[in-house]
């Protein structure tokens, strides 16, 4: 039986900048402490902001040739100078999956945890890269924590439940491995489907304390419904921790004009679920639409599961962006609080660059 875990603390930190020795101002204090006859203690930090990119062609192919002199950047507007520039296939992924197991998914659950599996088997290199796995339905659940094992993966796949629902609706109860302190509570019945949530709390509560690159893989059909955190929420919370979001949408019959959102119930403290959060929910839902803007604005990207392009495929294809990115970094002109667009793009107008739509400072 899975043991009960329990999400990580949270932290103080602020993702989407990081700390790095200035080198030349460094170097000067370094010499004039030395003229002193002193030992150079001290440190110069400076706020970089991380933007990893995909290029494509015109023919959708990736670019891979590019070097620093060859992109455009800009923050609001103004032009900034890329200063930090790399294309390091082997630097270390922190990578999460968020599979959803609301009732409206379990048609293609055996097909999700099949490719799940084989995609954790291939991308995941134990030496370097570690994953956790995360599945959500009238509650969000933390199936592995951070491992660089792929026994404890596939392990934690294969005990992933699909919900099991009463004659009035609800999820009966019991059915579900034990869960952990901290987890978000369902809907009425248990009913629900707390996408945003789980964004949220992927992002917020496992992401934000690690470093390198991050994205999450997202298997829903982008119907939420009982969140306490609202999409916009759920972005930023994924912008902040510099984690890019890769949607495998798959259509739901239930994306119809009175499909809406709005679970209702009680919920765990601070993170209950239900219809009445904090947040307003619309009524109107497109679920394909949602899971397209969450990749977008994060820098990910978002693909469709159909005949002609299976769970195996699109694996495939995120993890050659994963392995083949562009990492850009640049200081910032005008340091401020709160939200900050960003426009990168390539010299050659005809390359599509995917990228990160901002950042939030502090």
Sequence with gaps: MMAKTTWPKRTSLRPGKFHVSALAALALLGAGAMLLGQKPDLTVQVKVVNVPATVRDKHGQLVRNLTQDDFILQEDGRPQSVRYFAQDNDMPLTLGLLVDTSGSMMSVMDQERRASSSFFDSILRPEKDQAFLIHFDHEVELDQDLTSSREKLRSA?????????????????????????????????????????AVYLASDEVMNKQTGRKAVVLLSDGMDRGSKESLHAAIEAAQRSDTMVYSIYFKSAEEHPYGGFGGSGGGWGRHGGGGRGRYPQEQHADGKKIMEQMARETGGRMFEASGKDSVERIYAKIEDELRNQYNLGYTPD???????????????????????AGYYGQ
């Design 157 to 197: 796949l294969q005990s992933m439940q699909e919900p099991h629902f009463s004659q009035t609706g609800g999820a009966s109860q019991g059915q579900r491995p034990g869960g952990y302190p901290g987890r978000r509570g369902g809907g009425q019945h248990g009913g629900g489907t707390l996408l945003y949530d």
């Design 334 to 356: 005008h340091a401020a609080p709160g939200y900050h667009r960003i426009d990168l793009k390539t010299k050659q107008k005809e390359l599509v660059v995917q990228a990160r």
